[in-house]
């Protein structure tokens, strides 16, 4: 057999998948002629599909050396090197193919995927445009072209792209893989999950579309969902390291820290250089306090291959901004808008990081982003709603900011499966299930604890002030917004389940409760847990902890309930993106704590108004204090130098001494909040 007929039944063989022969032919004729270029670049091929990635690049590096190398043999090693994150040579390798067959749609395809990862999207997108012209129907050429378009922001032309993929090759699996990740910027869940599960049911290997769906889920908040998503996908592939960033990620958002910065490790574990896997880290290490190993981390992410540098700035930022270092954060989300100007992410932090002035260059900025149609993504737009709001309002234009905050607010609100019949009934079924009866009858159970310190209220009522003039005493560590309580209460219907509870059940959770804030190993006499929500279940404290303490903060109800409507907030609140369910989920509340006041211990629940604090604040900070059954301690004066971590909207707000100037707040206001007044009973 001559070389040409043991090259030509190689590749025979190859081609119907005989690789073992293949490798036996590429072999012997290599021992003859150690450099042939057509049996290195088969011998690429084959390490390629047996997971050698290393081996086939040296492969194809050789097969390259020649002078007669054919553009195919140069737009694999392209490929091959953006797979191994070398983009760089691949670049150079894919900008040979293309020299040396102009026509070459695979050369060209490969070019543009290679400058689209580098970042050069105006550069990608010609090199994928002329990919479709020369061939129109190119599924995958479309497909390419939708990522750059959505990379770019325009999310409708990549929209017609993703779609024109699925019209040439129905049964493409990344098309609708990349179409669900692309409704899910867009808002729309449904499709989303329903892209998702098209692509999976075409290819139930093709992972990328478990990670999409469960980005779509934790969207919209359901992260249990998107957990089941992950997990489903880290069934079939264990060790697949993207599935355990995201894995990490939705833990932080379930507030397990612990198990997703062991789930963060495992990812960086399995890909040491990936941006995306060391980002997750950072935020799992930031989860659990550990903000300076979060720091490096950030940046080593920020630095790495594969890494989205702009989210991975834009989580530093928020991290500085957490832990006090205000002005560091405005330098990195300034750095952010240089390199992207149409950050709407750093837009929106920066907005929240300072006061605006009329003049502000940034508020032009965004009205021109949001209102010429550059962004086209649902959570931008959302972001720079309030962040306009918040602008407007600091300028004083009350108009202006409300046009945005009420569009911001709708926007928001159109995504939220919220009942507010069924919200008010099952707030009033807790009071009717903890009765004075069922107090009587549960009495002498719970445990004798007095560590815990409960800080409860509506979002915005100065829950976080209170919370860190207690946290600067010495014998006290603010916990921040747990849900150890919650989760002490286990899966069982609240409050059904309490109908029946016994003074045995109470003891269990308060056990429950306090060894999951022991775990927290912080040796102070008083441990703060600031969850406003936690009046609805002030009831279960008082009989599961009978020692803690309940302060429950209370402000102007119109002030709190504006300063509700202005925020974006992280966690859900689905009662606060409608001015009338707003106020009719206040009125709620309002009677929900009148009962409390009627069947709570006297000398165990406290109520403080934030308006008296900012008035007198050593008198109310001294109350605080001696409720606590602390000594008085003149550091709880200067709480806005404390530098523990605040995760709260109110994080710049308590970094300040106490200030008067959100003391009716509301009466500037009032022409725009005639729903809310109306709701509230304020109508005038």
Not at 48 to 58: Q, T, Y
Not at 500 to 505: H, I, K, M, S, V
Not at 546 to 554: D, E, F, K, T, V
Request: proline share 4%.
């Amino acid at each position: 057999m001559s070389i040409e007929q043991a090259i030509s039944t190689a590749y025979a063989h190859w081609n119907v998948g005989q690789i073992n022969q293949a490798e036996v032919l590429c072999q012997k004729v290599l021992a003859v002629w150690p450099e042939q270029p057509d049996v290195l670049h088969l011998l690429g091929l084959m390490s390629h599909n047996c997971n050698n990635l290393d081996l086939a690049i040296d492969y194809l590096r050789r097969a390259c050396l020649s002078p007669q190398t054919p553009a195919l043999y140069l737009s694999n090693l392209a490929e091959m090197c953006r797979q191994k994150g070398l983009l760089e040579e691949g670049e150079k390798a894919a900008r040979r193919a293309v020299t040396l067959d102009m026509v070459s749609t695979g050369a060209w395809n490969n070019l543009g995927i290679i400058l689209q990862e580098m970042g050069r999207y105006e550069e990608a997108l010609m090199c994928l445009e002329r990919v479709v012209n020369l061939k129109p129907n190119y599924a995958e050429a479309h497909n390419n072209l939708g990522n750059t378009f959505r990379q770019m922001g325009d999310l409708k032309k990549a929209l017609d792209c993703y779609k024109r993929a699925i019209v040439i090759n129905s049964d493409y699996p990344e098309a609708h893989s990349n179409l669900s990740n692309l409704y899910k910027d867009l808002g729309d869940r449904q499709q989303a999950i329903e892209e998702a599960n098209r692509a999976i049911e075409i290819n139930p290997s093709f992972f990328d579309a478990y990670i999409n769906a469960a980005a779509a889920e934790s969207a919209w908040g359901h992260h249990e969902a998107a957990l089941q998503w992950l997990n489903a996908l880290l069934g079939v592939a264990p060790n697949h390291a993207a599935a355990m960033a995201n894995k990490a990620l939705t833990l932080i958002k379930l507030r397990h820290p612990e198990d997703a910065l062991q789930t963060a490790q495992q990812a960086v574990f399995m890909a040491p250089e990936n941006g995306g896997t060391l980002d997750a880290l950072a935020q799992a290490l930031q989860a659990c306090g550990n903000y300076e190993e979060a720091l490096s981390t950030y940046d080593k992410a920020a630095e790495a291959k594969g890494a989205t540098a702009f989210q991975t700035l834009n989580n530093k930022g928020t991290m500085l901004m957490e832990t006090g270092k205000k002005d560091e954060a405005i330098r990195v989300f300034q750095e952010i808008l240089t390199l992207n100007p149409r950050s709407a992410t750093a837009l929106f932090h920066l907005a929240d990081a300072k006061i605006f002035k009329a003049d502000d260059p940034d508020i032009s900025r965004m009205e021109n982003l949001l209102e010429k149609g550059h962004i086209q993504h649902y959570g931008d737009r959302l972001s720079l709603h309030f962040a306009l709001g918040k602008a407007w309002l600091d300028v004083g234009n009350h108009e202006r900011a409300f046009h945005y905050l009420d569009a911001g607010n709708r926007l928001k609100r159109a995504q939220i499966a919220y009942d507010p019949d069924a919200t008010h009934q099952w707030m009033n079924s807790i009071a009717d299930t903890f009765s004075e009866t069922h107090f009587q009858q549960n009495r002498g159970g719970g445990i004798s604890s007095d560590r815990p310190i409960f800080i409860i209220g509506m979002p915005r009522s100065g829950t976080t002030l209170v919370e860190q003039i207690i946290a600067s005493h010495p014998d006290a560590w603010g916990a921040g917004e747990l849900t150890a309580l919650c989760d002490s209460l286990g899966t069982s219907a609240f409050p059904q389940y309490f109908s029946q509870a016994t003074p045995e059940d109470y003891s269990r959770i308060g056990n429950t409760y306090t060894a999951l804030i022991d775990k927290l190993a912080k040796p102070h006499r008083r441990i703060v847990d600031k969850m406003p929500a936690n009046f609805l279940y002030a009831g279960v404290i008082a009989l599961a902890l009978p020692q803690a303490r309940i302060i429950h903060c209370r402000r102007d109800p119109v002030d709190t309930c504006l300063s509700c409507y202005t925020k974006l907030f992280t966690a859900e609140q689905q009662f606060t993106y409608d001015q009338k369910e707003l106020g009719q989920f206040y009125k709620a509340y309002e009677k929900l704590m009148a009962h409390w006041r009627h069947v709570l211990p006297v000398d165990r629940f406290l109520e403080v108004n934030y308006e008296d604090i900012v008035a007198n604040l050593e008198t109310e900070s001294q109350r605080l204090i001696d409720f606590c059954g602390l000594p008085w301690d003149e550091c709880c004066l200067e709480f806005h130098k404390l530098t523990r971590p605040i995760k709260t909207a109110s994080a710049n707000q308590v970094r300040e001494p106490v200030y008067q100037r959100s003391v009716g707040r509301w009466k500037a206001s009032a022409p725009y909040l005639k729903d809310l007044l109306q709701a509230l009973g304020n109508a005038s």
